[in-house]
C-alpha cells in the first residue's frame, strides 16, 4: 500500500509538473487542449520514471542477498518519506481545490502566496523526503535506490521544461 502511495504521489507530480511547464507558452488563445496535453505529457513521464524505477527495485530484490529484509527495509523508508510527501501534497491539492471558487482574487491569491511558493520548494520536499526515508536505512541498496529515484523524479520537470520550449520555438515560427 506505501508503495502504490508512492507511485500515485509520483503521478500527481508529473501531471502537475505537466501543467506547469506547458503555462504561458502557447501563443493560441484557445489552449485548453494544450494544457490538458500537458498534464498527460506530465503523467505519461512519470510512468516513465516509476517503470524505470519498478525495474530496477526489482533488479535490486532478485540479486540481494536477503530480499525479505530488503523489501521490509524498502516499506519502512518508503512510510517515512510519506510523511514529508503526503502533508506537502494536501497542501498543494487543497489550494488547486480554492481554485474551483469563482473568484479571481483568491485564485491570484493561492497562485502568489501558495502554489508558487510550494512550487519553489518542491526539490527542497523531494529532497528532504527521500533523506527522511533513507536516513535509518538498514540497507546500502535502500540508500541507493532512494537516491535514484529522487534523482530520475527531479529529472522529469527539467525534462518537460525543455521539451515544452521547443514546442512553443516550434509553435512561435509558425505563426510567424
Same mark, same amino acid.
Given at each position: 500500500?506505501?508503495?502504490?502511495?508512492?507511485?500515485? @504521489?509520483?503521478?500527481?507530480?508529473?501531471?502537475?509538473?505537466?501543467?506547469?511547464?506547458?503555462?504561458?507558452?502557447?501563443? @493560441?488563445?484557445?489552449?485548453?487542449?494544450?494544457?490538458?496535453?500537458?498534464?498527460?505529457?506530465?503523467?505519461?513521464?512519470?510512468?516513465?520514471?516509476?517503470?524505470?524505477?519498478?525495474?530496477?527495485?526489482?533488479?535490486?530484490?532478485?540479486?540481494?542477498?536477503?530480499?525479505?529484509?530488503?523489501?521490509?527495509?524498502?516499506?519502512?523508508?518508503?512510510?517515512?518519506?510519506?510523511?514529508?510527501?503526503?502533508?506537502?501534497?494536501?497542501?498543494?491539492?487543497?489550494?488547486?481545490?480554492?481554485?474551483?471558487?469563482?473568484?479571481?482574487?483568491?485564485?491570484?491569491?493561492?497562485?502568489?502566496?501558495?502554489?508558487?511558493?510550494?512550487?519553489?520548494?518542491?526539490?527542497?520536499?523531494?529532497?528532504?523526503?527521500?533523506?527522511?526515508?533513507?536516513?535509518?536505512?538498514? @540497507?546500502?541498496?535502500?540508500?541507493?535506490?532512494? @537516491?535514484?529515484?529522487?534523482?530520475?523524479?527531479?529529472?522529469?520537470?527539467?525534462?518537460?521544461?525543455?521539451?515544452?520550449?521547443?514546442?512553443?520555438?516550434?509553435?512561435?515560427?509558425?505563426?510567424?
Amino acid at each position: 500500500m506505501t508503495l502504490l502511495l508512492l507511485f500515485l @504521489l509520483a503521478s500527481l507530480d508529473g501531471a502537475l509538473c505537466g501543467c506547469r511547464t506547458s503555462m504561458g507558452r502557447c501563443p @493560441l488563445i484557445h489552449n485548453r487542449k494544450y494544457y490538458v496535453m500537458g498534464v498527460l505529457r506530465g503523467v505519461f513521464a512519470a510512468q516513465i520514471v516509476s517503470g524505470f524505477s519498478l525495474i530496477c527495485l526489482l533488479l535490486v530484490v532478485a540479486f540481494s542477498r536477503n530480499p525479505q529484509l530488503l523489501r521490509a527495509d524498502l516499506v519502512e523508508s518508503a512510510r517515512r518519506m510519506l510523511f514529508v510527501f503526503l502533508p506537502y501534497a494536501a497542501l498543494v491539492l487543497a489550494n488547486i481545490a480554492l481554485r474551483i471558487v469563482p473568484s479571481t482574487d483568491l485564485r491570484s491569491a493561492t497562485s502568489v502566496f501558495f502554489l508558487g511558493p510550494l512550487t519553489g520548494i518542491r526539490p527542497l520536499v523531494m529532497i528532504t523526503g527521500v533523506v527522511a526515508g533513507i536516513w535509518r536505512a538498514q @540497507l546500502h541498496q535502500t540508500v541507493f535506490l532512494g @537516491l535514484f529515484v529522487l534523482t530520475l523524479m527531479l529529472s522529469v520537470e527539467f525534462a518537460l521544461n525543455s521539451y515544452c520550449n521547443r514546442l512553443q520555438q516550434r509553435q512561435i515560427r509558425s505563426l510567424v
